[in-house]
């Protein structure tokens, strides 16, 4: 018995140091997993990391807020990638077989391009440079332009919102003039996000306003929205009409007369 004992407690003392080691392994391991885990702190999605960069800032970035200041150079084509990931995702849960689907096989690509180059590029690009001219012959007359083509997009589902803007301005003799290919431009600019017409004019006349600084603008918008003819009702008549009036066109009601009659003509 005394000699059973003794092999036993050797045998103990044999394995012991087997699970000490065990252990010591394990911990090592968990050691690397956190070091691991740490160097991709930088490797986290562009898209995250952008968002960081805005809420460090107490900034808003709402579907028709531009973020461009938010975005460093050579970020919009990596962005492009991470969408086509996630929207390849979208596809496989709509149950799409892209893989042999000669139709589908790129399209997840496709689509992240024409969001983030084009149809929502208005968010992540810097606004179009303006080049102003002072009023040198002290112009104070109505001038309209358009109508404007607009393409925008239903925040509400990402339909497409296609239509005409015409834009009325009363230069006072201080006022800045800009060339008439800039108007386009901006409202492009500002179309070109998921938004609802209601507001998409309301911020085309404030930014108008800031840059031209004139006694008056109006902006009136008609537009077809494919989330009321595509889906939902399918009423393919129905349209949009709005305006914002500012300034002289406010007040005025002989100015906002002949805007409106000069439009309607177009």
Known sequence: MPTKKTSTSSKVAKKAPTKKVAMSKVSSKKVAIKKVSNKNDDGLPLSVVIRKRIEAENARFHANDNIAAYIKP?????????????????????????????????????????????????????????TKFPNVSRLNELMIIGPITVRSACSHHLCPIMGRIWIGVLPSKESALIGLSKYSRLTEWVMCRPQIQEEAVVELADMLERKIKPIGVAVVMDADHFCMQWRGVKDRDSKMINSVMRGAFLKDSNLRREFLALIDRK
């Open 74 to 130: 050579g970020e919009l084509e990596r962005l492009v990638e991470e969408v086509a990931e996630k929207m390849q995702a979208v596809l496989e849960s709509l149950v799409i077989d892209t893989q042999n689907d000669h139709n589908t096989q790129n399209t997840s690509r496709r689509v992240a391009k024409m969001y983030v180059q084009e149809v929502f590029n208005g968010r992540y690009v810097e606004q179009p440079a303006l």
